[in-house]
C-alpha cells in the first residue's frame, strides 16, 4: 500500500512550522506523507517514488524506551546505537558479567537474548484525523473545555482504530495542534540481542568529546525481532553499501526525532531561557553529582549507575547548548525579525487580523501563568520529587485502577484502552531494580523538594511523615514489595479496591500525592496546554497564509524523512573534514596513553594490524535530526546503508529551534567500518554474511 492511499496527502492547508520564513537549503524532518519531492528533484536531482518511501518506511523501527533502527536484513536483524541499547544491556547484565562494558556476541540464534521490557515499533499507516478531533470542540465551549473534548475525540479514535486493526493506534499532535494524524503500528515486543560492541569503543572519547566532530564510535547494537518464538520475516529492510558515501552525496536519514521548537513565539523561548533550562540544568548537575558519588564506591555500583549517568550527562550537554544558543541573540534576532514581520502582516489584513492576531499574546499570557506553578509541577506531577522506579510503577498502578472505572473517553491518556496494553505489559515484567541505588537516588530527590518548596510546606510534611529525606527514602524503598511484579501484577487485577486495602508504603504514597498531582496536571491542561493549542494552530496558520509554502511540523518522536549531504565544515577558523579514519582513533588512543576516555578495547588492538587504517570511521552530514534519531540509518539513493547516525555536532544542539546548513552537522558511523569490523575485529561472519547476501 502506497503513502498516498495510507493519509490524507494533498494538504489543501499545510501549516508552517518553522520559524524562518521557509524550509531552506536542507532544513527540515518531514513526515512521510508529506516529503518535498520538488524540491529534493531540484536541488538533488533524485526523483523520490512511492515505493521508495514505503521501503524505507517498513524498514524504519521505532525502539520505544526512546531512540530509532531499521530492519537491516529479512530475517527481522535490526541495527540501532549502543546508546540506544544501553537500558537492554543493562537488564541482562550480572555482578558478573557486564555486557554493557564487555559487549556481547550472540554466535548462533540459540544465544540471543531476548530483552524484558522491550517494544519496538514499525510505522504501518498514517490517517489525517484533523477534522474529526476539531469537531469535537464547538464554538461555544471555553479553552478548557474545548481542550477536553478535543482529548475524549483522540481517545475514542485510538480506541476503534487498535479495535479494528490490532495495530498500536496513536494520535498525533502537529503543528502543535494545527493538525491531528493517527500512527498505526505493527508492535513487536519479543526482541532479542544479538551483538554490542565493549563501551570503552563504542563511546570512544567519552563525555568530553560528546556533541563534537572529528569523532571516532563504533556506536552499534544489532537486535532480532522474534514472533511465536521465531524471526520474523519482514518485508522490508535495508542492505549495506560496501562503499559507503562519497563527500557530497545525497543522503536519507529515516527516524524517529523526539521533540523540537521551532514553532515557539519569542516569549516562549525566552520562558524556557529564563525558566525551564536553568532549572533542568540545575537539577541534572545534582543528579551527575550524585550518581558519580555513589558509582565511585565500588564497581558493582558503577554498574547499576552507568546508564543513568551517561544519560544525565547527554542531556545537560544538549540542554546547555539550547540554553547558550538562546542566550546569543543572533539567532534570537533571526526568531525575532520573523516574528515581527508575519504579526505585521497579519495586522494589514483585517480577516487575519480577526482570526490571528491574538494568539502570540495567549501564548505570553500561558507563560506568565505557568511560572507561577512550573516548579511545583515539575516536583509532583512530573515526580521529580520522587526519582525511582518504585514511585513511578506504584503511581501508575493507583492510576490504572481509578482511571479504570471511567469512560474510556474521560480517562487520562496514558491509561485509555488503546495505552493498557503496553502498559500493563511494562508494569508486569520483572526487570532488575537495585534496592541501595533506589534509596539513592529518592533521598536526593526528596531532598531538593525539601529545599525547593521549604520544610514547612504542606506537601513535604506529609510526603517526609516527620522523617529526613534519608529516612524516608530507607523505610520506602526498603518495605515496599513494587519490585516484585507478581505482586504489581496482583493489584492491577484487584483494582481500586486493592489499591485502596494496601498497606504498601509506595502505594500509600502515590495515592498521598494523587490528589494534588492531578489538580497540577488539570491546570496545566487548562491553563498552559488548551490556550497554546489553540494559538499555535492559529500561529501556524497565518504563518502558511503569508508564506504560502509547505513546511514540516516540529518533531514528535514518530517517523520522520530529513536529507542532506556529507559536507564538512568550519568551526573557529579551522576546516573540518567530512570523514575521520581509522589510522585517527588509534592516533588518538596512543596520545592520551590509551587511557580513559580515549582507550580502545583490547580485540580493537589485537586487530590493528589487520584494519585498513584509510577506512572511513565516522562522517557528518547536513541531515537535519535531534534527539530520539539515534539509531538512525544513514541511506543512500538506492536505499542502502551508507551509515548509522549516533549525534550530532555540538553547533546541532540549538537546532532544537532553529537550524544552520552551514554548521549543523549529524554524526554518523560509515558502512565501510561496520562491516570490516564485525569482520577483522569481532570475527562475526555469520552476521556479515547476513547483512551482505
Known amino acids: 500500500m502506497n503513502l498516498k492511499t495510507m493519509a490524507t496527502v494533498a494538504l489543501a492547508t499545510v501549516f508552517a512550522l518553522s520559524a524562518t520564513p521557509a524550509a531552506r537549503a536542507d532544513e527540515g524532518m518531514w513526515t512521510f506523507n508529506n516529503v518535498p519531492r520538488a524540491d529534493i528533484k531540484k536541488k538533488h536531482g533524485f526523483q523520490v517514488t512511492d515505493a521508495w518511501l514505503d521501503k524505507v518506511r517498513l524498514a524504519s523501527v521505532r525502539f520505544n524506551n526512546g531512540g530509532s533502527g531499521s530492519f537491516i536484513s ?148 544489532l537486535f532480532r525481532v522474534y514472533e511465536n518464538d521465531a524471526a520474523v520475516k519482514v518485508p522490508s529492510y535495508l542492505k549495506f553499501s560496501r562503499k559507503g558515501a562519497k563527500n557530497g552525496e545525497l543522503t536519507f536519514i529515516s527516524g524517529h526525532p523526539g521533540s523540537t521548537q521551532r514553532l515557539n513565539t519569542i516569549s516562549h523561548l525566552e520562558y524556557l531561557r529564563d525558566e525551564e533550562l536553568p532549572l533542568s540544568l540545575k537539577i541534572l548537575e545534582r543528579n551527575i553529582a550524585l550518581i558519580k558519588k555513589y558509582g565511585a564506591t565500588g564497581e558493582e555500583q558503577e554498574r547499576q549507575s552507568h546508564d543513568d549517568l551517561f544519560g544525565y550527562q547527554n542531556s545537560y550537554k544538549a540542554y546547555l547548548g539550547r540554553y547558550e544558543g538562546l542566550k546569543d541573540e543572533s539567532i534570537l534576532g533571526r526568531k525575532r525579525a520573523f516574528e515581527a514581520d508575519v504579526r505585521a502582516r497579519v495586522a494589514a489584513d483585517k480577516r487575519m487580523k480577526d482570526s490571528y492576531s491574538d494568539a502570540w499574546d495567549t501564548v ?60 500493563e505489559e511494562r508494569l508486569f515484567t520483572q526487570v532488575p531494580l537495585y534496592p541501595q541505588y533506589e534509596e539513592v537516588k529518592l533521598a536526593d530527590s526528596l531532598g531538593a523538594m525539601q529545599e525547593m518548596l521549604g520544610a514547612s510546606d504542606a506537601t513535604v510534611k506529609l510526603v517526609l511523615d516527620g522523617k529526613s529525606p534519608a529516612d524516608r527514602a530507607h523505610d520506602l524503598v526498603h518495605t515496599t514489595k513494587i519490585g516484585d511484579a507478581a505482586f504489581r501484577k496482583s493489584l492491577v487485577e484487584g483494582g481500586v479496591g486493592a489499591v485502596a486495602a494496601s498497606t504498601d508504603p509506595m502505594i500509600k504514597l502515590a495515592v498521598a500525592v494523587d490528589a494534588e498531582s492531578r489538580l497540577l496536571r488539570k491546570r496545566y491542561e487548562d491553563e498552559i496546554v488548551g490556550p497554546e493549542r489553540a494559538a499555535y494552530a492559529k500561529i501556524s496558520k497565518a504563518i502558511f497564509e503569508v508564506e504560502g509554502d509547505k513546511l514540516y511540523p516540529d518533531a514528535t518522536f514518530t517517523l520522520r524523512l530529513s536529507y542532506g549531504k556529507v559536507a564538512g565544515y568550519s568551526e573557529n577558523g579551522r576546516s573540518i573534514a567530512p570523514f575521520t579514519m581509522v589510522s585517527g582513533a588509534f592516533e588518538r588512543s596512543t596520545q592520551a596513553g590509551n587511557k580513559d576516555p580515549y582507550r580502545l578495547p583490547e580485540k580493537w588492538m589485537k586487530a590493528k594490524e589487520r584494519l585498513n587504517p584509510s577506512t572511513p570511521f565516522n562522517f557528518v552530514s547536513t541531515n537535519d535530526i535531534i534527539g530520539g534519531n539515534s539509531g538512525s540509518p544513514v541511506i543512500n539513493k538506492k536505499a542502502e546503508i551508507v551509515g548509522l547516525v549516533f549525534d550530532g555536532n555540538i553547533q546541532s544542539l540549538v537546532g532544537a529551534f532553529i537550524y544552520d546548513e552551514a554548521q549543523n552537522r549529524s554524526v554518523s558511523l560509515d558502512s565501510r567500518l561496520i562491516l570490516e569490523a564485525l569482520t577483522k575485529v569481532y570475527a562475526a561472519k555469520e552476521i556479515v554474511a547476513e547483512i551482505t547476501r
Open 74 to 221: 529479512a530475517d527481522g536483524l535490526v541495527m540501532t546505537n549502543h546508546h540506544v541499547a544501553s537500558d537492554a544491556l543493562d537488564k541482562l547484565s550480572t555482578p558478573e558479567r557486564n555486557l554493557y562494558k564487555e559487549g556481547f556476541l550472540a554466535r548462533s540464534r540459540a544465544e540471543e537474548a531476548k530483552v524484558p521490557d522491550l517494544e519496538l515499533n514499525v510505522l504501518m499507516s498514517i490517517e489525517d484525523v484533523t477534522d474529526r478531533v476539531n469537531a469535537a470542540a464547538t464554538p461555544q465551549m471555553d479553552v478548557a473545555a474545548a481542550n477536553g473534548a478535543r482529548r475524549s475525540a483522540i481517545s475514542e479514535i485510538e480506541k476503534e482504530s487498535l479495535a479494528a486493526t490490532g495495530l498500536r493506534s496513536d494520535v498525533v499532535v502537529l503543528y502543535q495542534g494545527g493538525k491531528y494524524s493517527l500512527h498505526r503500528y505493527k508492535k513487536y515486543t519479543d526482541v532479542r540481542l544479538v551483538f554490542a560492541p565493549e563501551f570503552d569503543i563504542a563511546f570512544f572519547g567519552g563525555d568530553p568529546d560528546n556533541f563534537t566532530f572529528p569523532r571516532y564510535c563504533f556506536d552499534i547494537a
Open 364 to 423: 505570553t499570557k500561558s507563560r506568565e501563568s505557568l511560572k507561577s506553578f512550573g516548579l511545583r509541577r515539575r516536583l509532583i506531577d512530573s515526580a521529580g520529587a520522587f526519582n525511582t522506579s518504585l514511585f513511578g510503577m506504584a503511581r501508575q498502578i493507583v492510576r490504572l485502577a481509578a482511571e479504570s472505572e471511567k469512560p474510556n473517553s474521560e480517562r487520562l491518556r496514558e491509561y485509555t484502552d488503546a495505552a493498557r496494553g503496553p502498559l
